[in-house]
Structures are given as structure tokens and as C-alpha cells.
């Protein structure tokens, strides 16, 4: 079964330190696989497509890596800020689907001032 | 449009009634899909569209649950009979491409329905 785990559920810390969030999902046959960002009650916002080809792709203070033989995703946050505070989804697209994502239960994060 | 658009924002309905909850997709987007994401939880796989063509329903909960896309743009999602557990948030989201070959996915705010 294709399935996205992240971990931790949720996360604190204090503004300015580097984070790590991890995604891990079974199946290596992935097509891509995309980070979100979810502020309550809104929707989701892309922050970062990885193809399986790629082993990392870089916005701003994000840095997403891929390493599709051991099924893991990490996103790194750099020098955090209170407003990065928010839902973080890891979602897989397989080669084996039509399309669709498969997410992970999210990691909530908050950034204390 | 600039974005994906859904509306209502928020609906909530008795027990039983039927909702019909819509979907603009952006401007051009071949693909079009539906999630369902319960409090606390991702959002999960309802269907999706290839243009006017739904590719894919098996992730639909019941058969109360009929998405449409007649042509090929605006898509509507309708629950039947509407029930306590249908309450959650849901999700349309689209991407420029065909199947596996797309792009990224842009979602809409989502429409968060409550059923009383």
C-alpha cells in the first residue's frame, strides 16, 4: 500500500533556529513528490516540487531533498521565523497513479518570538 | 483566473440534505481534483478529471458522493443525504498537465462543510 508518514505531528521552537521536517513514504516508484504549507482554515500552498530525478530543490530559506532509495523527504527551514508558523504536508505522486497525491498527516509548526 | 476558486467558503447543512459544492479551476488546467481532509488530518483522494473525463473515482466514500465536470473547466462535487461524517473540509485542486505527466497541483481555500 502507498503510504506518506511525516514526523514529528507537531513541533516548537524558538525563532531563528534551522528545522528539519521529515516525510517518508513506502514505494520508491515515485513520480514526484510535493511540500505544502497550510495556514488555519485556508488552503494549501505549494513551496516546493521535487521530481524523482532531482535530489533537491531550493525557495528562499527552504531546501527540500529527495532520496528516493530509502523513501525520505526532508525540509529544511533556515533561520525560522514566527510566521513561518503553520501545517506542513509532505505529498507523494507514484508512477503507478493517475495523478493524484498521497499526503501525510502533517507536521504543525510553531515558532515562538 | 489568478487562482483556484471554490464557493461556498463555508456550508452547513442539516442531516440529510443534499450540498453541491463547486470548483473553478485555473484558467487552461487540464487536470482537476477533488480531496476530502477531516480536522487534524491530509486531505485525502476523492476524484479526478482529465478534462471533461473522470479518470479516476476510487477514492469517492459512498455513492452519495457524484462529481461532475461537464465541460471540461468549472467542476461541481455533490454529496446526497448528507451525513454527520461528511463534515470536513473539502478540496479541489488543479494542474496544467495530463495525468501522470503534470505538473504541480495549485488547490483552492476549500470549502468546510458541517453537517448538523
Redesign the interface.
Known amino acids: 500500500k502507498q503510504e506518506v508518514t511525516q514526523i514529528p505531528a507537531a513541533l516548537s521552537v524558538p525563532e531563528g533556529e534551522n528545522l528539519v521536517l521529515n516525510c517518508s513514504f513506502t514505494d520508491s516508484a515515485i513520480y514526484n513528490l510535493q511540500w505544502f504549507r497550510q495556514d488555519p482554515g485556508k488552503g494549501l500552498t505549494s513551496l516546493l516540487l521535487i521530481q524523482s530525478s532531482q535530489r533537491e530543490q531550493t525557495s528562499g530559506r527552504l531546501n527540500a531533498s529527495l532520496d528516493k532509495s530509502s523513501g525520505r523527504s526532508t525540509l529544511y527551514i533556515a533561520a525560522s521565523q514566527p510566521g513561518d508558523s503553520a501545517t506542513y504536508l509532505c505529498a507523494v505522486r507514484w508512477l503507478s497513479n493517475t495523478g493524484k497525491l498521497i499526503f501525510g498527516q502533517g507536521t504543525t509548526l510553531q515558532v515562538k518570538p | 483566473g489568478a487562482g483556484?476558486s471554490?464557493s461556498p467558503r463555508y456550508k452547513v447543512a442539516k442531516r440529510g440534505q443534499d450540498v453541491a459544492l463547486r470548483c473553478d479551476p485555473i484558467s487552461g488546467h487540464v487536470?482537476l481534483?477533488w480531496?476530502q481532509q477531516a480536522l487534524?488530518?491530509?486531505?485525502?483522494?476523492l476524484t479526478?478529471f482529465q478534462n471533461e473525463a473522470q479518470?479516476?473515482k476510487s477514492?469517492l466514500p459512498s455513492d452519495r458522493f457524484f462529481a461532475e465536470r461537464p465541460e471540461g473547466s468549472v467542476s461541481t462535487l455533490k454529496i446526497q443525504r448528507t451525513q454527520q461524517e461528511d463534515s470536513a473540509v473539502y478540496?479541489c485542486?488543479s494542474?496544467l498537465g495530463?495525468?501522470?505527466g503534470?505538473?504541480?497541483?495549485?488547490?483552492?481555500?476549500?470549502t468546510?462543510l458541517t453537517v448538523v
Open positions: 483556484v471554490q487536470s481534483f480531496y487534524g488530518q491530509g486531505p485525502e483522494f479526478y479518470l479516476d477514492g478540496l485542486a494542474s495530463q495525468g501522470v503534470d505538473t504541480e497541483a495549485f488547490f483552492g481555500q476549500g468546510r
